[in-house]
């Protein structure tokens, strides 16, 4: 008999989604992953992560649900465009954000409400190279945020594997309300990262908040989240020295993010 990958159809339980799709289940491994209590990323309903699926939509993780004992039901599959094009629209009261999200699903009456953080993942899925997103609140990480000068921390790197992993350096998202407010923040922000060093940001930190890693693989995903946190503690751990700090020269961060064997350690981590 012909082996073939079939489509479940559990549309007869309100809340399910295609437990088949290999997106949706890569996509629930990633967020298991960054909400286990060992890593440090996200406790209770914090963070949320995202995955382009097909043409104009994506999945982004519901309201309410907590990442480290998410199921596919957890998803929401949203469309693309009525949440770009809030992005470039008026200001909306809450109301008319729930409205939206609501709207924005692809099967209304069997997910459950999209994040509210929706629309910064519309975005970032929007741009090239952007496959997967992964938003944390890591502990470390929160520390440093909250920091008077952050944004200058944000611009350096301590050691070598935090450049392969995360970039040469960290776009940075002064603290504004989340939901739209924050997500056409992201956007400023990353559109002068991208102008300033031709690239998507690996890591993006946002004051008060957390970190958005936008990637092409899950892979990447988890090396950038990873990365970040260690590297916050790096920060954290030297600054507490209350010693003058000495990080990376410019000209060492350049040589390593444009090296072609540190490309190649990139592919492998
Ligand atoms: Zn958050």
Same mark, same amino acid.
């Not at 004992?69 to 470039?88: C, H, K, R, Y």
């Given at each position: %008999?012909?082996?073939?990958?079939?489509?479940?159809? *559990?549309?007869?339980?309100?809340?399910?989604?295609?437990? %088949?799709?290999?997106?949706?289940?890569?996509?629930?491994?990633? +967020?298991?992953?960054?909400?286990?209590?060992?890593?440090?990323?996200?406790? $209770?309903?914090?963070?949320? !992560?995202?995955?382009? #699926?097909?043409?104009?939509?994506?999945? #982004?993780?519901?309201?309410?649900? +907590?990442?480290?004992?998410?199921?596919?039901?957890?998803?929401?599959?949203?469309?693309?465009?009525?949440?770009?094009?809030?992005? @470039?629209?008026? @200001?909306?009261?809450?109301?008319?954000?729930?409205?939206?999200?609501?709207?924005?699903?692809?099967?209304?009456?069997?997910?459950?409400?999209?994040?509210?953080? /929706?629309? %910064?993942?519309?975005?970032?899925?929007?741009?090239?190279?952007?496959?997967?997103?992964?938003?944390?609140?890591? !502990?470390?990480?929160?520390?440093?945020?909250?920091?008077?000068?952050?944004?200058?921390?944000?611009?350096?790197?301590?050691?070598?594997?935090?450049?392969?992993?995360?970039?040469?350096?960290?776009?940075f998202v002064p603290y504004v309300d989340p939901g739209l407010p924050l997500a056409r923040a992201i956007r400023q +922000? *990353?559109?002068?990262?991208?102008?300033?060093?031709?690239?998507?940001?690996? /890591?993006?930190?946002?004051?008060?908040?957390?970190?958005?890693?936008?990637?092409? +693989?899950?892979?990447?995903?988890?090396?950038?989240?990873?990365?970040?946190?260690?590297?916050?503690?790096?920060?954290?751990?030297?600054?507490?020295?209350?010693?003058? $700090?000495?990080?990376?020269?410019?000209?060492? *961060?350049?040589?390593?993010?444009?090296?072609?064997?540190?490309?190649?350690?990139?592919?492998?981590?």
């Amino acid at each position: %008999m012909a082996h073939s990958v079939r489509r479940h159809n *559990v549309g007869f339980l309100p809340g399910m989604l295609d437990l %088949m799709d290999p997106v949706l289940s890569e996509l629930v491994n990633l +967020s298991l992953k960054l909400g286990a209590s060992t890593a440090d990323l996200a406790i $209770l309903g914090e963070g949320n !992560t995202s995955a382009k #699926v097909g043409e104009g939509q994506f999945y #982004v993780k519901a309201s309410g649900f +907590s990442l480290s004992n998410i199921t596919p039901s957890g998803f929401s599959q949203v469309n693309i465009a009525p949440i770009m094009e809030a992005l @470039d629209g008026p @200001d909306l009261s809450d109301a008319d954000v729930r409205g939206l999200l609501g709207e924005s699903r692809v099967e209304p009456t069997r997910d459950p409400l999209p994040s509210v953080e /929706t629309f %910064m993942h519309a975005y970032l899925l929007s741009l090239r190279d952007v496959n997967w997103v992964g938003h944390t609140h890591p !502990t470390p990480l929160i520390s440093l945020l909250s920091i008077e000068g952050c944004e200058e921390i944000a611009r350096q790197r301590l050691f070598p594997d935090e450049i392969v992993c995360c970039g040469p350096a960290t776009a940075f998202v002064p603290y504004v309300d989340p939901g739209l407010p924050l997500a056409r923040a992201i956007r400023q +922000s *990353v559109e002068e990262f991208i102008d300033e060093f031709g690239m998507v940001p690996k /890591t993006i930190w946002l004051q008060n908040h957390g970190l958005i890693c936008p990637a092409k +693989s899950t892979r990447d995903v988890e090396s950038a989240s990873y990365m970040a946190i260690k590297a916050a503690r790096a920060w954290v751990g030297a600054l507490s020295t209350g010693r003058p $700090l000495r990080p990376l020269t410019s000209q060492a *961060v350049d040589r390593i993010h444009t090296r072609p064997d540190e490309h190649y350690r990139q592919k492998l981590i």
